[in-house]
């Protein structure tokens, strides 16, 4: 549903609200409600602004409004099967089976991320749209993130996906556009520049998250920092010798040899 007003073409206002369901959550999660309302301020028909022949157009914005995420994979809040292989007899007398394990725990609350974003802008154009600039500062607050948590190996699985966290971006980003006409010569340009700051504000208790990627690379997300951080060994050059690999001061990874990388622990 959506309702749009104008008031002489100076202030504008729209107000929506939109019901989106995903069968990629559970039955009590599967809907999810997002409203949105936005202003706008067209200053230039304003009669201040009348008597002056600089600027061409003017408009104020703000925005403020809720949107969700359902970026999973199908059946994610499930408790998934897999194939499995068990072998069964005793000395002298084996014999392999084909089975099914529960290869997910499932999660029957499993609902939407949500974000809830605040814009301010600005659109001016000057000297008969010879020049237009936008400028917009934002700031989202996302919450319930969609992530695979590390659970207690006793559990029987590595992780869980679950609804967590706080996350907020916030930033400002500028556009400018101009267009000329030199006699028969045309030019048109643009540049645009955009500042974007993550922080991490909750993990729902927890003050950090590692992810392991690809056996070798982690990623850890911590309570006041950007999320997904790289999260490695610190390296400190190659063994160059015999001497440096049998040095018991010095760290080295099980079945080391020369020239492999050489960490600080």
């Known amino acids: 549903a959506r309702m ?13 609200i939109r019901a989106d369901g995903s069968s990629r959550f559970g039955a009590d999660s599967k809907y999810g409600y997002f409203p949105s309302a936005s202003l706008g301020w067209n200053i230039d028909q304003e009669n201040f602004m009348q008597n002056q022949r600089v600027i061409s157009s003017m408009k104020l914005r703000g925005s403020y409004g809720l949107t969700g995420n359902f970026q999973i994979d ?3 809040y499930q408790s998934l099967l897999g194939p ?3 072998v069964f007899g ?25 974000t809830s974003a605040f814009n301010l802008g600005l659109d001016i154009g000057i000297f008969k749209e010879r020049l237009h600039a936008t400028i917009d500062a934002y700031t ?16 029987g699985y590595s992780t869980n996906l679950t609804n967590i966290g706080k996350v907020n971006n916030k930033g400002l980003e500028i556009s400018l556009f101009g267009d000329n006409q030199i006699g028969q010569f045309h ?33 850890l997300t911590e309570v006041g920092k950007p999320i997904g951080n790289y999260y490695t060994l610190v390296q400190d050059g190659i063994y160059k010798s ?16 020369v020239g492999d990388m050489k960490f600080e622990d």
């Open 4 to 16: 749009q007003y104008s008031f002489k073409d100076k202030y504008l206002v729209t107000a929506a």
């Open 187 to 219: 030019l048109s340009n643009s540049a645009n520049i955009s500042f974007n700051r993550n922080k991490v504000l909750d993990l729902g208790g927890a003050n950090s998250i590692i992810k392991q990627a690809n056996g070798v690379i982690y990623f």
């Open 140 to 155: 989202n607050n996302t919450s319930d993130l969609l992530l695979s948590v590390p659970v207690p190996q006793s559990s």
């Open 84 to 86: 499995s292989n068990y």
């Open 74 to 76: 199908n059946y994610a």
């Open 242 to 257: 015999e001497a440096e690999l049998n040095d018991p001061a010095i760290p080295k990874v099980a079945g080391a040899k």
């Open 90 to 114: 005793g000395q002298g007398s084996t014999s392999l089976y084909s089975g099914l394990y529960q290869q997910t725990p499932g999660n029957d609350q499993l609902g939407w991320e949500k």
